[in-house]
C-alpha cells in the first residue's frame, strides 16, 4: 500500500478529456493535494473564482468556454474577485504566436501534457512557487 | 532588360511545357483507345483531336491572363497619367501577378522618374506651390508604393500604400521606413543587408523578395506580400529608394491556417499519447514488483515507444513550423550540463531496450549558454534516436561535450552502426532525406536532421557530420556561450522564464495580486 500524503493543497484541475482527469486526480492524490475536477469551461470559471484553490490546471480546449477566455477573466486588472491561484496551462494545442504571448504574460506555467507522466506534472507543480 | 529576359524565359519555358504536354495527350490517349478500346483508327483520331482542343482551349483561355497581368496594371497607370481621363479604372487584382513582378516594379520605377521630370516641367510652367506629388503618377498606381531617399526616410508615399497599412499618408512622411514597416524576411537577406551591399557598389539595382511578414500595431491582422525595391543613386531629387509592394496576404496567411490544421492534428494525436503515458506509468508502479523480467521489459518498451510517437508528433510539428517562418526561440541562460545530462535521461530508456549503452565524456563546468532549452533539446533527441536507429549490432554510442578551440561548446555522438555513404553525405540535412539503402531497414521519416538544422542555424551554431560506411557516424554541433551570444539574439533572452523538459514557468511576480 502507498502512504498517502497530505500536503493540505487544493487543486482545481479544468479538464474535458475524463481519463486524463482521472490519472491527474490519482497522482495528485497520492501526493497529498486535494482535487476537484471539472470539464465545462463556464462552471470552471465560477469555480476558479471562488478563490478556494492553490493551483490551478488550466487545459486551453474545453467546451463552453476556452481556457484562454478563463485565463483572460481571470487575470483581468479590473475584476473584483481577484483569485490567489498560481495558473498553469495544461494543453496538448500548439498555440499561435501572439496567444502564445499573453499566456506568457498571464499565466504562472506552461506545459504540454503529452509530454509528462502524471509523476512528472506533481514534481512539476512542485517547482511552481 | 534581364526583367524582359526572365519573362521572356519563362513563356519560352511555360508554351514548351505545354506543347510537350499537348503531344502526350495526342499520343497517349491514341494508344489507349487502340489498346484497350478497340476502337477504329480514324474515330480514335478524332477523340484525341477532340481532347487536345479542349487542352488548347484551356491554354487559350489560362495564358494571356497570366502574361497580360504586368501590362494591365502598366496600362492602367498610363491611362491614369492622362489628366482628362475619366474612365472607370477596374481594381487591379495583384493576386493574380504571377509573372513579372521584377518587371512591373522596375517599369514603375521608370514610370515614376518620368513623372518627377515632367512634375519639375510642370511646376516650373504653372509655379504651383502645392505638393505636387499628391499629382504623381504613383499616386494612381494601385500597388502600396514608398519612395524613400538614401536616409530611407519615407519622402513619399501613395495613398494605395497607407491605406494598406491602415495609416494616414502624414502618418508616414519624414519617417523612417524601418520604424513604419517592420518587415520579417525569411532569411538574412533582408532589405538593410541588400540596401548596405548596393550603395557601396551600384548606382542602380533592383531587387525582389518573396513572402515578406510585416506586424502592424493594434491588432491589425499581419500582412504578407511580395516586395520589390529599386534602387537608383543617380537621382537628382535625392529619391534613392522605391519600395513596391505586391500583396498576398490571403494567400500567405492560408498556409498560415495550414499549420492550424497541423496544430489540431497534433492536439489529437497528443491526447492518447498522454493518457499512454500515464497509464504505462501507474502500471509499472503497480506491478513493478510482480513482473517477470521479460514482462517488465515489455513495459519498459511500451514506455520508450510512447516517447519515439511523441518525438515524431513534436517533429511534424516542427517541420510545420520551420516550414512557415514560425520557429520561434526562447533564448535563455542555460547549464549546458544540465541540458545534455537531462535529454540522455530522458533517451536513455529508448537506448537501453535495445541493449545499448551511452559512453558519456562531458566537461564539467562548461560555460553557461544562451539557448532554447525545449528546441535545443528536440536537438540532442533526434540525434541520439537517429545514433540509436543506426547503431545496427553495435551496442556503443559515445556522447562527448567540450569548449572548442573557437570558445564554443561543442557536443559530439558517436555511433558504430552502418555509416552513411559518401553520396548522400550533402543531401542529410535536407527534409525527408534518407539513404534508399537503410529505409527498408530502419524506421523513421527522415525529418529529424531537417529539424536539427534549422534549430541549430537559429541558434548561431553549425551541425555537421563526419561518417564512413560499416564504421559508423558523428554528429556534431555547437551552441554559444551566453556571453558570445550578439546583441540582437541578447534582446531574445527572457530570464523571466524558467525553462525545463516539461514546459516554462513564469517568474514574475507583477501580475500577481
Known sequence: MEQEQTNNKKILVIEDEHFIGELYTRALNKNGYTVKVIADGIEALKECQTDRYDLILLDLMIPNMTGFEILNKLKDPSTTSPVHAKIIITTNLEQRDEIKKEIEKKADAYLIKANLTPNELVDFLSQVK | ?513
Open chain 2, 1 to 513: 532588360m534581364d526583367d524582359f529576359k526572365k519573362l521572356a524565359r519563362i513563356y519560352k519555358n511555360i508554351t514548351f511545357i505545354f506543347l510537350i504536354l499537348n503531344l502526350l495527350i495526342i499520343f497517349g490517349s491514341l494508344y489507349i483507345e487502340s489498346h484497350f478500346f478497340n476502337l477504329s483508327f480514324y474515330f480514335s483520331l478524332a477523340l484525341s483531336g477532340l481532347m487536345s482542343v479542349l487542352f488548347l482551349t484551356i491554354i487559350y483561355i489560362v495564358l494571356p491572363k497570366l502574361f497580360l497581368k504586368p501590362l494591365e496594371i502598366l496600362w492602367y497607370t498610363i491611362l491614369k497619367l492622362n489628366p482628362d481621363s475619366n474612365s472607370y479604372f477596374p481594381k487591379v487584382d495583384q493576386d493574380k501577378l504571377k509573372v513579372g513582378k521584377e518587371l512591373v516594379g522596375n517599369l514603375i520605377g521608370q514610370i515614376y522618374k518620368i513623372a518627377i521630370v515632367a512634375n519639375q516641367d510642370l511646376m516650373k510652367v504653372e509655379q504651383q506651390k502645392t505638393d505636387l506629388s499628391s499629382e504623381f503618377l504613383a499616386t494612381r498606381i494601385p500597388l502600396p508604393i514608398f519612395v524613400l531617399d538614401n536616409q530611407e526616410t519615407v519622402k513619399f508615399v501613395n495613398k494605395y500604400g497607407a491605406t494598406y497599412l491602415g495609416l494616414e499618408i502624414t502618418d508616414i512622411l519624414g519617417k523612417n521606413i524601418y520604424s513604419i514597416l517592420d518587415l520579417a524576411f525569411s532569411s538574412d537577406d533582408t532589405l538593410d543587408n541588400w540596401l548596405k551591399e548596393v550603395k557601396n557598389k551600384t548606382a542602380i539595382s533592383i531587387k525582389s523578395w518573396e513572402r515578406v511578414k510585416l506586424n502592424l500595431q493594434n491588432n491589425h491582422p499581419t500582412l504578407y506580400f511580395d516586395m520589390v525595391a529599386y534602387y537608383n543613386l543617380g537621382n537628382s531629387q535625392g529619391y534613392s529608394l522605391i519600395l513596391t509592394l505586391f500583396d498576398h496576404t490571403k494567400q500567405y496567411s492560408e498556409d498560415d491556417q495550414a499549420i492550424s490544421f497541423v496544430a489540431i492534428a497534433i492536439h489529437e494525436l497528443r491526447t492518447p499519447l498522454t493518457l499512454l503515458k500515464g497509464y504505462i506509468e501507474v502500471f509499472s508502479e503497480e506491478l513493478k514488483d510482480n513482473l517477470t523480467p521479460e514482462l517488465s521489459s515489455f513495459m519498459e518498451k511500451m514506455k520508450a515507444t510512447n516517447d519515439q510517437l511523441n518525438l515524431f508528433v513534436n517533429n511534424i510539428l516542427n517541420v510545420a513550423r520551420i516550414d512557415s517562418d514560425q520557429m520561434e526561440l526562447k533564448l535563455t541562460h542555460q547549464s549546458w550540463n544540465s541540458i545534455l545530462s537531462e535529454a540522455i535521461d530522458n533517451i536513455s530508456l529508448r537506448a537501453k531496450v535495445r541493449g545499448i549503452n551511452f559512453e558519456t565524456d562531458i566537461e564539467q563546468n562548461l560555460p553557461e549558454v544562451g539557448v532554447d532549452r525545449i528546441s535545443i533539446q528536440e536537438v540532442i533527441y533526434n540525434l541520439l534516436d537517429n545514433a540509436i536507429k543506426y547503431s545496427k549490432d553495435s551496442k556503443r554510442i559515445i556522447i562527448k561535450s567540450f569548449l572548442n578551440k573557437e570558445g564554443y561548446v561543442e557536443t559530439t555522438i558517436q555511433d558504430f552502426g552502418r555509416g552513411i555513404p559518401e553520396n548522400i553525405m550533402g543531401k542529410l540535412f535536407t527534409k525527408f532525406y534518407r539513404d534508399y539503402h537503410n529505409r527498408s531497414q530502419v524506421g523513421g521519416t527522415g525529418l529529424g536532421l531537417y529539424i536539427s538544422k534549422a534549430i541549430i542555424d537559429a541558434h548561431q551554431g553549425n551541425i555537421w557530420v563526419k561518417s564512413k560506411q560499416n564504421e559508423g557516424s558523428t554528429f556534431g554541433f555547437t551552441v554559444l556561450p551566453f556571453n558570445l551570444l550578439s546583441k540582437d539574439q541578447k534582446d531574445l533572452v527572457n530570464d523571466e522564464i524558467v525553462q525545463n523538459a516539461h514546459g516554462w514557468i513564469n517568474n514574475h511576480s507583477y501580475y500577481r495580486r
